[in-house]
């Protein structure tokens, strides 16, 4: 069974940095497309980082370039997200998921496999 499962999510302040991991089990990070995703209260999930199955480029949201970078250990079936100056802003569910295809995916109905998502909150 296809699953993927996010960790690190929490509270921190302002400025502050986190590093989220996803790790997938049942299917082979080399096939698919890789996403990070994340939700805010009242907001439609956005696609905060994308990167294809082939030439692993990443493309980052405006809102997060600079500051957010992705990293895929396909041989550990796992990704990561490492965010730093976070703001009230970026408060939100983090979401891993993986999507079939050597494209890079922006909408949320192209993945095929969601983590059940990882709390961020960025509070004084």
């Known amino acids: 069974q296809e699953q993927m499962v996010e960790s690190g999510g929490g509270l921190v302040q302002p400025g502050g940095s986190l590093r989220l991991s996803c790790a997938g089990s049942?299917?082979?990070?080399?096939?698919?497309?890789i996403g990070w995703f994340r939700q805010a209260p009242g907001k439609t999930r956005e696609a905060v980082v994308c990167i294809s199955s082939d030439d692993r480029l990443a493309y980052y949201g405006d809102a997060v370039k600079d500051r957010f970078s992705i990293w895929v250990d396909a041989a550990k079936n796992s990704l990561g997200l490492h965010m730093k100056d976070l703001k009230a802003d970026d408060s939100a569910v983090y979401y891993c998921?993986?999507?079939?295809?050597?494209?890079?995916?922006?909408?949320?109905?192209?993945?095929?496999?969601w983590g059940p998502g990882t709390q961020v909150t960025v509070s004084s």
């Open positions: 998921a993986a999507a079939r295809g050597s494209g890079v995916y922006y909408h949320t109905d192209e993945y095929d496999y």
């Open positions: 049942g299917f082979r990070f080399d096939d698919y497309s």
